[in-house]
Each structure stands twice: as C-alpha cells, then as structure tokens.
C-alpha cells in the first residue's frame, strides 16, 4: 500500500491524497481546489496529477472548497465512483459545489470582457454548473461513528474533526494479506472551545496518521478577546471615521461566527446602529443549513438559543442574494458593514467590495482567517501598498486590520491537544499537511516533543510506501 500526496503539500490548499492498495483499488482523500496561488494555482487546479477514471473511491472531510472544489472537475476527467462524505458535508456541498461552478464561470466572463478588448485568449473555467450537479449524484452519506464497509477489505468511519458543519476525521481500516492499518485523515481541526459547534472528540487509534498543521507556529487569543477586538474595529471604523469595513469570509462557518458575535453585540446593546450586510447567497444558504443542524451547536449556542431563538439575525442584518442588491452596495454613502465570500478574497464579490472601498483612508479591510500568502488576502495582510484587483491596480489606502482567532483552524496547542488521544508510540508515521513548510517545520519539532515518530513533510507529487 502506497501514498501520494498531489495537494496540500507545503501549502494550505488544494487537499488531495491518493492511497494505492497492492490489489490495485485507489482511494482519494479529499479533492480540493488550490487557492490564492496565481497563475501557479490555476495551472495546478487543471492538471489533478493522477487519471481520474482510475480512481474507486472518493473519501471527504468536509466541505470547505480547498477540501471539495475540484469533485465536479474529478467527475467531468472521468471518476464514477461514490463519494463519501457526512450528511451535513452533503449538504453543504449541494449548495458550495455549484457555487463555486457558478463564480468560476461568472469570474471568467468578467475576466474575458477585458481579454476580448485586448485581443487575448479568451479562458474556460474549471467547470460549469452541469457539472458540479452531475458529481452530486454520487454522493454517499455515512453519519458518524457509523463503521460502513466500502469493501470487504475496506472499513470507513467519520468522527467529528469540529471544523465546521459535518467536518470529520477520515479513519480507515484496509486490511492486506490478512494485516489490517488503521490509516487516520484528521481533516482540517477545530478549535477546542469553538465558538458555534461543538468541539473535536477523539479518534479511534491508528497505525498512519495524516494531520494538518495550518497554525502550527500560533497561538489564538481568547474568543471573548476576538469578540472585544471586533467592536473596536467597528467603532474606529464605521463611527469614528464614518466609513466601510470589508470582512472577506468563507460562506460556511466563518460568516456565521461573525453574524453571531454581532449578534450578541447587539443583544447586549453595544453594536453600533449601523447597517450590517451578508452579501453571498451561498453564506445566506449556508446559515439556513446552520439553523436546520441546530443539534450540532455546542452548549453555549443552545443555551443562548433559550433568550435568541435565531443566532444569525437582527434588526440591522440583512442577508443579499441578488447581484443587483449586491452592486447597490458600491453606491451607500452611509457607513455598514460588509461580509462577503470568499475568505481569501480570490473570488465571488468579496472582491468587487475590496476594489470599491481599499483606496479610501476611512475603510478597513478585516482579515479573519488564513490566507495563502500569494492570495489577495494573503497580499493585503503581508502589508501590500498596491494590489491588482480583475487586472486594475489599486492603490491600498484603507486599513488593513487582522483578528486570526475567528479561525477555526486550532492553534498548535488545540491540534496537539486533539491529538492526544492518540498513543503516540503506537503511529508508525505521520505526515504533516495543510500548512506552509516553515510553519510545519516548526509543528514537527512541537509533535516530536510530544512523542510522535517518523514525521514526514511531503512534497507535492511524494510517494510514500505505508
């Protein structure tokens, strides 16, 4: 049995693990787009490295688009085989996966008016709506802790990763020759106290452990203190100066953390009566399929739940579908704010917003996760004094405010604690992914001290015998 890592590798993006067995049956783990890479990123995500139609089985973590944005590329390249994910993973999907085939093809319809003017190449996107309903189809549902046999020889069961809605720890149990490996997948990890759903719970023991390690070199702040810093920001921002502040978010979990600590900013009447808007249909449909799941709340959300029955709505809120409710936005004069997808602010009107607002003093731009470096978040969070927005240079007058303990990436303390339940001498190998190589460098020496063995950093394209 074999291992090649094709995403994910020395970077947060692109999740993408392909297990070989020695009867010939491959399966995928995760099938993520790589994103905030340029030119790079764009060439990565066409080429998937391995022939689709010979994979058997496609294993999903959870939902997030550099977890599953590439499943309806996958499918369209010739892969037919089932796709198992948790029923909200599913959920989540039916909504991102042609959301994100519609933003693609609505991106490169902008991106080719200019190219048409120009005389250039017109571009195609990844793939269209038709495609992403297609993969639907194959969808296949295992709740957790539920052991379901892919085979005789292949043993599936999910349990919690508490990233966010339905994300889980992928633990296989493929027996050859009569020996069975307990390989575990942690997917991305949660945050041990997270802030809507509940926390991680610990996984069944394993032989190979695959982990991520995102903030492997960090520690949060306290979420009461992330709370404070909001209020500040938007105080600063929206009374002082009168302006606009920008919060690029990702649709599914990160928009709805926010939503929900304006919300109790404003049941406790300290939130500034100022508009506050959720421009995504995508993040609105999302927090419908939140409020449908309320069972997966944690227990400080239910027992705020008991006085605010909706932790994702007030009277100043308002959720925007429409494209043309959306454009109005660029026209308020009046200070709001905005909280838009996608979280690295490479796609989807997050973008439009930024290119309205970045060049004017009394606008912030609120960065509240991580952003691949090269991405335009990534960009305006390293302090760029200029970025290019659909190829227009822009001159970054606004401020550029960052609060990462919104994340629901646990800091290095929060993952080894998740990981403590495992026996640490038993893991044969580990292999660090989801993080940038300093970063992970850093981790390993952290994983070391806390016992772990035969720590691997691949590369994209490594192969590994298990």
């Known amino acids: 049995m074999k291992i090649t890592f094709f995403g994910a590798a020395r970077t947060v993006t692109g999740s993408k693990h392909l297990i070989e067995t020695t009867d010939g049956k491959r399966i995928l783990l995760d099938c993520g787009l790589f994103q905030g890479l340029g030119d790079e990123g764009h060439a990565l995500n066409r080429d998937l490295g391995f022939n689709a139609s010979e994979v058997d089985y496609l294993v999903l973590s959870h939902a997030h688009i550099d977890h599953a944005g590439l499943i309806p590329l996958l499918v369209?390249?010739?892969?037919?085989?089932?796709?198992?994910?948790?029923?909200?993973?599913?959920?989540?999907?039916?909504?991102?996966?042609?959301?994100?085939?519609?933003?693609?093809?609505?991106?490169?319809?902008?991106?080719?008016?200019?190219?048409?003017?120009?005389?250039?190449?017109?571009?195609?996107?990844?793939?269209?709506?038709?495609?992403?309903?297609?993969?639907?189809?194959?969808?296949?549902?295992?709740p957790y802790r539920v052991a379901h046999s892919i085979t005789e020889d292949i043993v599936l069961r999910f349990t919690d990763a508490g990233h966010i809605l339905g994300s889980a720890v992928v633990n296989l149990e493929i027996t050859e020759n009569g020996i069975t490996r307990r390989i575990a997948f942690s997917g991305d990890i949660g945050r041990s106290h997270p802030n809507l759903i509940r926390e991680p719970e610990p996984f069944p023991q394993c032989d190979v452990l695959i982990t991520e390690s995102t903030y492997g070199d960090k520690l949060h702040e306290e979420p009461t203190e992330s709370v404070e810093q909001l209020l500040r920001i938007v105080e600063e921002t929206c009374v002082k100066k009168q302006g606009k502040l920008i919060i690029p978010a990702f649709s599914v979990g990160r928009t709805q953390e926010i939503v929900y600590a304006l919300d109790r900013l404003e049941n406790e009447g300290r939130l500034p009566r100022i508009p506050v808007f959720v421009d995504s249909p995508l993040s609105t449909n999302a927090t419908d399929i939140m409020r449908d799941n309320s069972d997966c709340f944690n227990d400080q959300v239910k027992e705020y739940m008991k006085?605010?029955?909706?932790?994702?709505?007030?009277?100043?809120?308002?959720?925007?579908?429409?494209?043309?409710?959306?454009?109005?936005?660029?026209?308020?004069?009046?200070?709001?704010i905005i909280i838009s997808a996608s979280g690295m602010a490479e796609a989807g009107r997050i973008k439009h917003h930024i290119a309205n607002t970045i060049g004017k003093s009394e606008n912030t731009i609120l960065i509240v996760g991580h952003c691949e470096p090269q991405s335009l978040g990534g960009r305006l969070t390293e302090g760029a004094t200029e970025v290019k927005i659909f190829g227009e240079t822009h001159q970054v007058n606004a401020r550029v405010e960052v609060l990462g303990s919104f994340s629901a990436h646990g800091d290095y303390k929060e993952m080894l604690e998740f990981l403590s339940c495992q026996e640490a001498s038993v893991i044969e190998r580990v292999f660090l992914v989801h993080g940038e190589y300093e970063t992970q460098l850093k981790y390993k020496l952290r994983m070391q001290q806390a016992g772990f063995r035969n720590i691997e950093i691949p590369e994209r394209g490594n192969t590994f015998e298990l």
Do not use: W
Request: proline share 5%; charged share 30%; with cysteine.
């Open 307 to 336: 006085t605010d029955a909706d932790p994702f709505g007030f009277n100043k809120l308002t959720y925007i579908k429409e494209a043309s409710q959306s454009k109005r936005l660029n026209n308020l004069k009046e200070p709001c």
């Open 76 to 142: 369209k390249q010739g892969f037919n085989g089932p796709i198992f994910c948790t029923p909200a993973t599913e959920d989540l999907c039916r909504l991102m996966l042609e959301d994100s085939a519609y933003i693609q093809e609505s991106d490169i319809r902008y991106i080719n008016k200019r190219r048409r003017h120009q005389g250039r190449e017109l571009l195609q996107p990844l793939y269209s709506v038709k495609d992403a309903e297609q993969s639907l189809k194959l969808f296949v549902k295992v």
